[in-house]
């Protein structure tokens, strides 16, 4: 997701600079045993073991404690969360928790249902953590780096019955390989090109990048060894939403929401539409724009052509949640955050 992001909250809306410490359990990129949830490759089974007891949402006033941690605020509901990239993370936190962009059309009481929800494309997990937080559900975070997923899968400590999966999606299994940009993780991709040709549009320079090679995975390989209903499907993978959704075989089902982050290129927007038309959903295509809400600005520039779909099969989608946003964000503001670096 590229765009610009800006703040207007101030000392006057409750934010102020604090200190904090995280104490973050030692992972690997294999497996990770956690309370609530485990970590899996997918160049193995999903792991198993014993879950691991965690301290990381401990707090302390003591400045030694701060060492390495940058970018601090805090609020008061006390979510914590880690960062690899400040301005980004306050991106998607506005993006999600303000502008509730991927959950706007569907009613909470829809998503509140017995099931799971599946976050493709987890990133630092903000998004699974506001699900985590409103919809009390299960939950299965896929994240193609394994620098994301490993904040990822600290940031869900403790929050809930979650599963993090460390794989690439496709519409078959193979390894590949993945960019990544250090500088701007959210943008890591498969699709060298078509990103140096997204940065062009908006007259930026390209990002230094690393290649890791990672397995990359079906959905419905990840999600058959989970039971019941998927709730909501959210699905943002940086250019590979068609295969992503083409990887669903026989899970399709079972699938009752989806939010699709797409951007149309080559046809690309049109395609996932008529996936999910051919799967019996009613579609909603909505285009980024920019916007204004409650103090935070985000500059969407149109050239990008980026496109949200929304897929209901319980019937047409409404023209937003039945309960307002301004009172679902009551229980998620914007000066309610506390926001860490690592080092």
């Given at each position: 997701c590229i765009g610009h992001f800006s703040c207007g909250c101030s000392s006057a809306a409750g934010v102020w600079a604090v200190c904090a410490a995280w104490q973050c359990a030692r992972t690997s990129t294999s497996w990770l045993g956690v309370s609530g949830g485990h970590m899996s490759d997918q160049e193995s089974d999903s792991g198993s073991g014993?879950?691991?007891?965690?301290?990381?949402?401990?707090?302390?006033?003591?400045?030694?404690?701060?060492?390495g941690i940058v970018g601090l605020t805090r609020g008061r509901c006390g979510l914590v969360?880690?960062?690899?990239?400040?301005?980004?993370?306050?991106?998607?936190?506005?993006?999600?928790?303000?502008?509730?962009?991927?959950?706007?059309?569907?009613?909470?009481?829809?998503?509140s249902a017995a099931g799971l929800i599946v976050d493709a494309g987890a990133n630092i997990g903000l998004f699974s953590l506001f699900c985590l937080a409103e919809y009390r559900s299960r939950l299965v975070a896929v994240e193609a780096s394994s620098k994301l997923c490993s904040v990822l899968a600290r940031n869900l400590l403790g929050k809930g019955d979650f599963r993090v999966v460390h794989a690439c999606l496709g519409d078959k299994p193979k390894t590949t390989e993945?960019?990544?940009?250090?500088?701007?993780?959210?943008?890591?991709?498969?699709?060298?090109?078509?990103?140096?040709?997204?940065?062009?549009?908006?007259?930026?320079?390209?990002?230094?990048?690393?290649?890791?090679?990672?397995v990359c995975?079906?959905?419905?390989?990840?999600?058959?060894?989970?039971?019941?209903?998927?709730?909501?499907?959210?699905?943002?993978?940086?250019?590979?939403?068609?295969?992503?959704?083409?990887?669903?075989?026989?899970?399709?089902?079972?699938?009752?929401?989806?939010?699709?982050?797409?951007?149309?290129l080559a046809g690309?927007?049109?395609?996932?539409?008529?996936?999910?038309?051919?799967?019996?959903?009613?579609?909603?295509?909505?285009?980024?724009?920019?916007?204004?809400?409650?103090?935070?600005?985000?500059?969407?520039?149109?050239?990008?052509?980026?496109?949200?779909?929304?897929?209901?099969?319980c019937g047409a989608c409404p023209e937003l949640a039945?309960?307002?946003?301004?009172?679902?964000?009551?229980?998620?503001?914007?000066?309610?955050?506390?926001?860490?670096k690592m080092v």
């Open positions: 014993d879950a691991e007891d965690s301290e990381s949402d401990s707090e302390s006033d003591s400045d030694s404690d701060c060492t969360f880690e960062h690899v990239n400040k301005d980004e993370a306050l991106f998607f936190y506005q993006e999600i928790f303000v502008r509730q962009e991927y959950t706007r059309v569907f009613s909470t009481s829809a998503l993945l960019y990544y940009f250090p500088d701007m993780p959210g943008e890591s991709t498969r699709h060298l090109a078509e990103h140096h040709e997204q940065r062009q549009l908006l007259h930026q320079g390209p990002l230094n990048h690393e290649t890791e090679v990672v995975a079906t959905l419905e390989r990840v999600l058959n060894v989970e039971s019941g209903p998927i709730v909501l499907l959210k699905v943002d993978v940086e250019g590979d939403e068609l295969v992503a959704l083409k990887g669903l075989g026989s899970v399709w089902p079972r699938v009752r929401h989806c939010a699709v982050e797409v951007r149309d690309r927007l049109s395609a996932v539409r008529e996936l999910l038309l051919e799967q019996g959903f009613s579609v909603r295509v909505v285009a980024q724009t920019s916007s204004l809400v409650d103090g935070y600005l985000t500059t969407i520039p149109p050239e990008l052509a980026l496109f949200y779909v929304f897929g209901c099969r039945s309960e307002t946003a301004a009172k679902r964000r009551r229980v998620m503001s914007p000066d309610r955050v506390v926001c860490a």
